[in-house]
């Protein structure tokens, strides 16, 4: 199953067996789970997704790249843009994201520093 299948199902509240990503709400917490590559093909029904998350009345909205494989950098700078709208409606956006592709291509981009550094996601959930 692609990416974005997977996160389309996953936004209308589908949960299946297996290792795709999901939805979840954990201590006031939304939680985005994302496995495989976030490009071009993926990116618009997983903002889609954060968007809906950033307007379900959480007080945070923790996305969780440990699974991911690649994230362009278009993508990386649209979770700046992400995380800056929201916190201007009072929703802090977090981001665990485990391996090193993924965190240089948040550092490369250049929206590492508006996002906290969280190791695991007990870390993020807890904030």
Known sequence: MSASSALHEHAEGVHRNGSVPRVDRRQECVVV????????????????????AVRSNCHAV?????A?????LRAASALGSVRQ???????DVRIVAGQQAIERSLEVSGVRPLFSNYPSMRAALDG
């Open 62 to 66: 923790v996305i969780d790249l440990r």
């Open 68 to 72: 991911a494989r690649f994230l362009s």
């Open 85 to 91: 709208r929201a916190a201007s409606d009072g929703t």
């Open 33 to 52: 789970r994302v496995e495989g590559e976030l490009d071009a093909a993926a990116s618009p029904q997983f903002f889609a997704t954060i968007e809906r």
